[in-house]
């Protein structure tokens, strides 16, 4: 399983997921809109995303430098 989060500056992107079980791997792709997903996510997947804006707020903090 994995669960990766793209964004933009504005907090804009989409986070991808797969979870693999007996049954078979199923991957998601969920939006994201201003660091806010219109889907419910998984805890693998609002860390991935919580990871990604903390990213983002470090780079536009080194901008303003």
């Not at 889907?39 to 990213?55: I, N, P, T, V, Y």
Request: no cysteine.
């Amino acid at each position: 399983s994995f669960a990766l989060a793209t964004l933009d500056l504005e907090d804009n992107g989409v986070v991808i997921s797969s979870f693999f079980t007996k049954q078979g791997n199923r991957v998601y792709a969920k939006p994201i809109i201003k660091g806010k997903s219109e889907f419910s996510l998984s805890k693998e997947e609002q860390e991935a995303l919580e990871k990604a804006m903390k990213r983002i707020r470090e780079l536009k903090t080194r901008k303003r430098k």
